[in-house]
């Protein structure tokens, strides 16, 4: 798995773009400001984007969606429970005094525990609401490796050392703490976390040192 990361500002949102080495199929998660720099990356590592998934609804997470549709013209993944904020983005921007373009329909909302594939590899998504009602985190992993044997793309719901934020509409600090336990904290100590802001860091380093999670 080929793992390649751009963030920019004024969010510094993490994308990623997650590529099959051997069949060079591609995934694009959270396509945000930093889309422009992924794109070219696209074309350099000689992949193919078949899917764009997002983890949340925030802006931040979804201010490149329309470009990415653009370019790869490939369907988008999303949780029911952030369609109201999805479709609510314009306005989500004008909160912040940005001004951003109306983003592309979702083509297909999450099943329950539904696992996805790109080449070699599976998708796990798991619904992690808590720092908004539809939030999700996507385990990664080789289709022939264990169940448990995954990277991590957590949107906002676990940082190095943080948690994602609760005060935003929908948000609730019991319900992202017992979704962390119970999707993220079940992943044994190596798993590489992917956050959606800030330097990756994993499931045992947290577990012994995040504050949040004591
Ligand atoms: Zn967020
Ligand atoms: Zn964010």
Same mark, same amino acid.
């Given at each position: 798995?080929?793992?390649?990361?751009?963030?920019?500002?004024?969010?510094?949102?993490?994308?990623?773009?997650?590529?099959?080495?051997?069949?060079?199929?591609?995934?694009?998660?959270?396509?945000?400001?930093?889309?422009?720099?992924?794109?070219?990356?696209?074309?350099?590592?000689?992949?193919?984007?078949?899917?764009?998934?997002?983890?949340?609804?925030?802006?931040?997470?979804?201010?490149?969606?329309?470009?990415?549709?653009?370019?790869?013209?490939?369907?988008?993944?999303?949780?029911?429970?952030?369609?109201?904020?999805?479709?609510?983005?314009?306005?989500?921007?004008?909160?912040?005094?940005?001004?951003?373009?109306?983003?592309?329909?979702?083509?297909?909302?999450?099943?329950?525990?539904?696992?996805?594939?790109?080449?070699?590899?599976? /998708?796990?998504?798991?619904? &992690?609401?808590? !720092?908004?009602?539809? =939030?999700?985190?996507?385990? +990664? *992993?080789?289709?022939? @490796?264990?169940?448990?044997?995954?990277?991590?793309?957590?949107?906002?719901?676990?940082?190095?050392?943080?948690?994602?934020?609760?005060?935003?509409?929908?948000?609730?600090?019991?319900?992202?703490?017992?979704?962390?336990?119970?999707?993220?904290? /079940?992943?044994?100590?190596? &798993?590489?976390? !992917?956050?959606?802001? =800030?330097?990756?860091?994993? +499931? *045992?380093?947290?577990? @012994?040192?995040?504050?949040?999670?004591?």
């Amino acid at each position: 798995m080929k793992i390649v990361t751009a963030a920019a500002p004024p969010f510094f949102e993490n994308t990623y773009l997650v590529v099959c080495e051997e069949t060079r199929e591609a995934i694009l998660i959270d396509p945000g400001d930093g889309i422009g720099e992924i794109i070219g990356q696209v074309t350099s590592h000689k992949s193919h984007v078949t899917k764009i998934l997002l983890t949340h609804a925030h802006l931040d997470h979804v201010s490149g969606v329309a470009t990415a549709k653009r370019a790869f013209n490939v369907p988008v993944w999303l949780h029911k429970d952030d369609l109201v904020l999805y479709n609510a983005v314009v306005n989500q921007g004008r909160m912040f005094g940005i001004a951003i373009e109306p983003q592309p329909p979702i083509d297909h909302f999450y099943k329950p525990n539904e696992r996805l594939t790109f080449g070699r590899y599976v /998708v796990d998504v798991r619904h &992690t609401p808590g !720092h908004c009602p539809g =939030g999700v985190c996507l385990a +990664v *992993g080789r289709a022939d @490796a264990a169940d448990d044997d995954r990277e991590l793309f957590v949107g906002d719901t676990l940082f190095a050392g943080s948690i994602g934020r609760t005060d935003l509409p929908g948000g609730n600090l019991e319900v992202l703490l017992t979704a962390i336990r119970r999707q993220l904290l /079940v992943f044994p100590d190596a &798993t590489i976390v !992917h956050s959606g802001h =800030g330097p990756d860091t994993t +499931v *045992g380093e947290e577990r @012994a040192s995040n504050p949040f999670l004591r």
